[in-house]
């Protein structure tokens, strides 16, 4: 169990699902929050009732307030942080620090979004940046795109440590590897690195598969207090040490375009938790571009920086490779509605529940997982939420 300050609780996810995910064409991103919570809380086992928190954000203008209303609830604590793809790791942790303090008893997590659904009925554009104003105004004039801060964060880091186009491409096989054994991803037909380097260009020097997909779908995730884990329908997965940090929205003031801020939320995280990288069976990594996995492996400390091309060769990150990565196929290939942080949240719950059927994580022995980290990433490398998860 997660150890606490005197005085405070444990806290652990007590349950967790995803709504239809992929291609849904047929409900709204109001619907996808719903389907999600009620698979949620169905899977923990909890009465609604018990939920006096809530989390959310990205729809609506009030994200909070309207998502309440909609799923009927009405919480004595709320959180509507929006950091980007980091956001739940964030919020998660924030719901951790006030369920310990007795602020909160159970907070929900809850998420939707029709961002393929919408853009092929027309109904919004592609995004090609965050918008004009504020100190993006500088850069926003010269076509600075956010799939170009992170190609320009590539191609830097390929200039100073020799990392390869090949070496970034094996993250995508992998991710692809993985979601071939997921019967839920949206893509699952094996790649090879030679289609991953020949498909068309994006961003120098991403192409189309070093990209992540772009899908419907929702997912949740509810915290509790320990009092609460006897009542539960499923084993705990406690909250064993998170962090979070911020970095930089404008490029001209990222100090070094090779190091995230995970550099500093998974050294808090790790500290927190008393664990090492060393000692974790599992990382869920947000996976926009093949290069954010490969730079969050070097700062959460799994390698030394500039060593992550070399790390991820050989099948490391697959199901069966030596640290399993984006165990679902991750966004390069399984999902990406857009903020996909609460979707490595779920994951890493269900692997080390032993809940994730061909892909499941197996220790020596046969021995399920017991740490995993799940690392969201916001922005173009702006944010960071860590957040180390234990089997109880």
Not at 159 to 181: K, M
Request: proline share 4%; glycine share 12%.
């Amino acid at each position: 169990m997660a150890q606490r300050p005197r005085g405070q609780r444990a806290v652990a996810v007590v349950g967790v699902a995803l709504s239809d995910c992929g291609r849904v064409d047929d409900a709204t991103a109001y619907a996808l929050h719903a389907q999600a919570a009620r698979r949620a809380l169905a899977d923990s086992g909890l009465d609604r009732a018990v939920v006096d928190g809530l989390a959310s954000a990205g729809l609506g203008t009030l994200a909070p307030v309207e998502v309440a209303e909609y799923l009927g609830l009405r919480p004595t604590w709320v959180d509507s942080t929006a950091v980007g793809g980091s956001t739940w790791e964030v919020m998660a942790a924030h719901a951790a620090d006030a369920i310990a303090a007795g602020h909160a008893n159970a907070v929900l997590l809850v998420y939707g979004s029709t961002a393929r659904a919408d853009l092929k009925a027309g109904r919004r554009t592609a995004n090609l940046s965050f918008g004009a104003g504020g100190p993006l105004q500088f850069e926003v004039p010269y076509g600075h795109t956010l799939i170009s801060k992170y190609a320009m964060a590539a191609r830097r880091h390929m200039h100073e440590y020799g990392t390869t186009l090949e070496q970034l491409a094996e993250v995508a096989v992998q991710a692809r590897s993985n979601a071939a054994r997921n019967p839920d991803a949206m893509y699952r037909a094996p790649i090879t690195v030679d289609e991953v380097l020949s498909g068309p260009m994006i961003a120098d020097p991403f192409t189309k598969l070093h990209c992540c997909v772009r899908s419907d779908g929702g997912g949740a995730v509810l915290l509790a207090a320990e009092e609460y884990v006897p009542d539960c329908a499923k084993p705990p997965v406690w909250v064993l040490g998170s962090g979070t940090s911020v970095s930089h929205t404008s490029m001209a003031q990222w100090a070094d375009f090779t190091v995230s801020p995970a550099a500093a939320s998974g050294r808090l995280a790790f500290e927190r938790a008393g664990v090492t990288p060393a000692e974790i069976d599992l990382a869920e990594i947000y996976d926009a571009f093949t290069y954010m996995t490969l730079v969050t492996l070097e700062d959460l400390g799994f390698c030394a920086k500039g060593e992550g091309g070399a790390f991820v060769a050989d099948g490391r990150l697959s199901v069966d490779g030596a640290l399993p990565v984006n165990t679902d196929g991750g966004g390069l290939s399984a999902c990406h509605p857009g903020m996909r942080g609460l979707f490595l949240l779920v994951e890493a719950v269900r692997q080390l529940r032993g809940e994730a059927g061909e892909r499941q994580v197996r220790k020596a022995g046969g021995r399920l997982p017991e740490l995993a980290v799940a690392s969201g990433t916001g922005g173009w490398f702006c944010s960071s939420g860590t957040m180390v998860l234990g089997r109880g």
